[in-house]
């Protein structure tokens, strides 16, 4: 059996499931830009945590880590973009999330959510 032409051409690339990562600065931008939207309290709780983390990693040199970085960003800006106030509540983190964290990334996300109780429990 002879090779047809369509055999002989390779695919330049593979087919890609997801989309392009932003580049760091669009990302970061783009998420202050959603904030916007967001109650005056959750946007300065939001933008301040924003800031930190993307400082905290701007020095960073692991391509795994930037990308896992990035991608847990952008899909952070989907989330805020697409849902309004009262879709957050469907959100929950999931067991196999949580196992893949440090210890310091739970410590960290404990201290967010009993802030967050904080700034809700002064609201009421």
Known sequence: MRPTIRRLVRPRRPARDTRPLLPPLTLYRAILRSHRKLPPDARHLGDNY????????????????IVGFLTAWQDYLQAV??????????????????????????????????EARNVHAEDE
């Open 81 to 114: 973009t697409k849902n309004t106030e009262d879709d957050w509540r469907k959100y929950k983190l999931t067991s196999d999330a949580l196992s893949k964290m440090s210890d310091e990334q739970v410590v960290q996300l404990y201290e967010l959510m009993q």
């Open 50 to 65: 924003v800031r930190a983390e993307f400082r905290a990693h701007a020095n960073v040199e692991d391509p795994l880590q």
